[in-house]
């Protein structure tokens, strides 16, 4: 089965502790798919603009990533700057954001891609994301991420998109902002009754909370001795598990426990490096091998 995103392609400059990178490839739909596309044909709706590098896009493509629905046109290419302090890597700085040509963007989705089943909305405007869920006929699989500027500037419409999705991804704070709830079980209880059958609560060191009506579980992140760049790990994670639910014939408990295993090794890999070059070089058998070291570290856990 094909799985189709949709969010951000960006320009991110960065600096952290351990250097400074300008232009590299971000946007929560970029990092998104350098997971996905492990498991699955991906198909990629978005905007970027006549400076967008074409490297970044023959990168895309060598992943194997589907583009009929990336638009490209004049003006700018929503660029991001931030900057990580003193070794700070539980959020970014913001030091400049130009959205350029994600001004005035209206998703135009192309037909073969309408009936595509697995569809992730990764992070973005709400009002973006319910213009592309709109134009998806039937899928099985709705997943949905968002972040703490909409659901401080777009409430309203952010819970509406949430009724619509089987599946929301949120990171711990976003899920406290969401619900006033301050106990993480709560909150993701909460979660439930707003309308999504299936609830990811990410944790980051600390891992992750799956909440559903017949199974609750919570897994410890995978242990990284060095993070060079966090950013993008939620959407390398969400990309992780997307893919692997795609893969799956039925969201049993076992899907639901390997997915949300392998989104966390996969968010592993992303934070080892800058932007999206570790998780660019990334084969089956490197991502198994560390599955593995992942589930003997768990041991008591898993058993």
Not at 111 to 129: E, G, T, Y
Not at 148 to 161: Q, V
Not at 166 to 182: C, I, P, Y
Not at 204 to 219: K, N, R
């Amino acid at each position: 089965m094909s799985l189709f995103v949709s969010g951000t392609v960006a320009l991110d400059n960065l600096k952290t502790p351990s250097g400074v990178r300008k232009k590299m490839l971000g946007g929560s739909a970029s990092h998104f798919c350098m997971s996905a596309s492990l498991f699955e044909d991906v198909h990629l709706a978005g905007i970027v603009g006549k400076d967008f590098l074409a490297k970044h896009l023959q990168l895309l493509k060598n992943k194997g990533v589907n583009l009929s629905s990336l638009q490209r046109t004049n003006g700018k290419t929503f660029e991001w700057s931030g900057e990580y302090k003193n070794g700070n890597f539980n959020e970014a700085l913001t030091l400049k954001t130009q959205l350029g040509v994600l001004e005035g963007y209206e998703p135009k989705i192309a037909d073969s891609q309408k009936k595509i089943s697995n569809v992730f909305l990764a992070n973005d405007d709400p009002i973006i994301q319910n213009k592309v869920l709109n134009q998806i006929k039937k899928p099985r699989l709705v997943g949905l991420d968002s972040m703490n500027l909409w659901i401080n500037i777009r409430k309203k419409l952010l819970l509406s998109l949430i009724k619509k999705v089987d599946l929301f991804v949120a990171n711990d704070g976003e899920a406290r902002m969401l619900t006033k709830e301050n106990n993480l079980i709560k909150a993701a209880k909460a979660l439930r009754r707003l309308g999504p059958k299936l609830i990811v609560v990410k944790k980051g060191e600390h891992g992750v909370l799956f909440y559903s009506d017949d199974l609750m579980f919570s897994f410890p992140a995978y242990p990284v001795e060095k993070v060079l760049d966090p950013t993008g790990a939620g959407d390398t994670f969400a990309g992780g598990l997307m893919g692997c639910l795609a893969q799956s014939k039925r969201l049993n408990k076992e899907a639901l426990k390997q997915a949300v295993l392998y989104a966390s090794v996969l968010a592993s890999f992303n934070v080892e490096g800058f932007g999206v070059e570790k998780t660019s070089r990334l084969t089956a058998p490197m991502v198994n091998k560390r599955m593995k070291e992942f589930l003997k570290f768990m041991h008591p856990i898993v058993c």
